[in-house]
């Protein structure tokens, strides 16, 4: 296995631009091929999650075009569902930002369609979002367990009406169910039931619909009305954000061993809820400069923060590791959902913040984390957890190297993450 060797650093300096945001390139590009018309992306980010999803489309019969360094894309859309004639496997990797909606997109276009991914998918839910699709007139099955992929769906119309989806485990469900309820032959209402959880991510999908000619109605994040028979529209050119839950990693490197690390390509007015990620370093201490282009952060002592970070999934890992240079005990609250995502990141992170000598509590839906008055050197497992990878390498600000197995993992989301830390490591 390979195996990434991260001597001490003693200090962080110096400006990264992070690569386009997961969550939009995949919104974006599924939008873009059911539209009417054609779009450029731009800033499209380039990684395996986003492979898949293009790999699906190509499966489709959508045409596009990427540039050479495949941040670019020109989508021409379908004007409307996808027809297929004849039966297609899609493999869908680990990507969630694929697989759900997809399945929605799919469930009301004309073919066959088998959703296939690697293994970890099959033991992530996506029973909560069939199961509202049946409700709108679907026909989908599951290949193996009940409640996960693999799919095997026979695409139709839908008529949609009224729909209640489980938003507690994924708002991922609830996305697919937005973005595809346009295409539906009637008005459908989605009733959320359950406590709405990573409600950032609904406002990044409504917001994407909408520069995609496409306006919901969102009564109080409970209840969605989308009239049916509508047709996207393409705005012609469509600039993908910076990742910012990619930009986690650098922010917290300069809140902990600053100087300043100014990242480009977010900005204090970004459409992702993973930028309130420095407000979180701000409450530990850091100096956090928001402006429209950059945000910047320098360091300051930290001290532990308790906070539900149900907002920042994705973001709030970064603090877990963070939390090893804070002063106190931090606690990382609401955030079950940890458990479903590409490994179960409550238990994972517990056992490697334990290696390097922190004390941890794991509950069943929070973590408490308590630094060590010494790091420990520890080879970090990282569970084909690209998030782990990445927030475990802030382990080397400290006066302790830090060994990271199977660093290629990060390739989900940031293929050349490793190389970018190292540009601000001084
Ligand atoms: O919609 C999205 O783009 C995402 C939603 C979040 O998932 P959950 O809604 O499952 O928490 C997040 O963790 C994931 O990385 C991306
Ligand atoms: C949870 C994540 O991914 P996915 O889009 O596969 O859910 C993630 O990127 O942290």
Not at 201 to 230: R, W
Not at 278 to 294: C, I, R
Not at 370 to 380: D, F, R, S, V, Y
Request: glycine share 8%; aromatic share 8%; proline share 4%.
């Amino acid at each position: 296995m390979d195996q990434l060797h991260l001597s001490p650093i003693s200090k962080v300096d110096g400006t990264v631009n992070v690569p386009g945001s997961k969550s939009l390139s995949n919104r974006a590009l599924l939008l873009a091929a059911l539209s009417n018309g054609e779009t450029h992306l731009t800033n499209l980010l380039d990684s395996e999650d986003i492979h898949h999803m293009l790999n699906a489309l190509t499966k489709l019969n959508v045409s596009y075009r990427l540039s050479e360094c495949k941040t670019q894309c020109w989508v021409t859309g379908n004007a409307g569902v996808f027809n297929v004639p004849e039966p297609v496997t899609l493999f869908l990797g680990n990507a969630g930002t694929a697989m759900r909606p997809l399945c929605a997109a799919l469930a009301c276009s004309q073919g066959e369609f088998e959703l296939t991914g690697e293994p970890r998918m099959e033991e992530r839910p996506i029973g909560a979002l069939v199961d509202s699709l049946l409700q709108a007139g679907a026909d989908i099955d599951y290949l193996k367990n009940a409640g996960y992929p693999p799919l095997s769906i026979k695409g139709h119309a839908l008529k949609g009406g009224s729909v209640t989806v489980d938003g507690s485990v994924s708002s991922q469900f609830l996305t697919a169910l937005l973005m595809s309820a346009p295409l539906f032959e009637n008005d459908t209402t989605i009733v959320i039931s359950g406590d709405l959880v990573s409600k950032p991510y609904i406002d990044i999908t409504l917001h994407t619909m909408a520069q995609f000619g496409i306006n919901v109605e969102n009564q109080n994040y409970q209840q969605f009305v989308v009239k049916g028979q509508q047709q996207y529209q393409s705005p012609g050119h469509f600039m993908v954000e910076g990742d910012a839950s990619s930009a986690s990693y650098f922010l917290a490197a300069g809140a902990i061993k600053g100087g300043t690390v100014r990242v480009t390509g977010i900005g204090k007015n970004s459409i992702q809820g993973d930028i309130r990620f420095a407000e979180v370093l701000e409450q530990m201490g850091a100096k956090v400069n928001w402006q429209d282009d950059f945000i910047e952060v320098t360091s300051a002592p930290l001290t532990a923060v308790d906070l539900d970070m149900n907002h920042i999934p994705d973001a709030a890992m970064t603090i877990a590791t963070t939390a090893l240079f804070a002063t106190g005990t931090t606690s990382i609250r609401n955030i079950y959902n940890w458990r479903v995502k590409e490994t179960d990141r409550l238990a994972a992170m517990s056992c490697e913040l334990r290696k390097v000598g922190a004390t941890v509590e794991e509950g069943e839906d929070f973590i408490t984390i308590t630094p060590p008055q010494q790091l420990l050197h520890a080879e970090i497992d990282t569970y084909n957890d690209h998030r782990v990878a990445m927030c475990f390498s802030l382990v080397a600000l400290s006066d302790t190297a830090v060994t990271i197995n199977d660093p290629g993992c990060t390739a989900k989301t940031f293929p050349d993450y490793f190389d970018r830390f190292a540009t601000i490591c001084k």
